[in-house]
């Protein structure tokens, strides 16, 4: 499965839910805005698996989870 998705000018919370059966996935999400702060987080399985916050003049945040 292969996913590559850019959304321009979406609202705060924003979230998209993939869904496969290859057991070797690689989450990366990668959030930028015209804020002081942000954070993104990979839920697997309903379980916390990264998490990360970013603060300062168009805060950009990202989260990598190589064992999705």
């Given at each position: 499965?292969?996913l ?9 919370p924003w979230?998209?839910t993939v ?8 989450a ?8 002081a702060a ?5 839920l697997?399985?309903?379980?916390l698996v990264?998490?990360?916050?970013a603060e300062g ?11 999705a």
């Amino acid at each position: 499965i292969g996913l590559n998705e850019v959304r321009i000018g979406v609202p705060l919370p924003w979230s998209v839910t993939v869904s496969t059966t290859d057991p070797g996935m690689l989450a990366n999400v990668v959030a930028q805005g015209d804020t002081a702060a942000l954070g993104c987080r990979i839920l697997v399985n309903d379980k916390l698996v990264a998490e990360n916050q970013a603060e300062g003049r168009d805060a950009q945040a990202f989260c990598l989870d190589k064992a999705a």
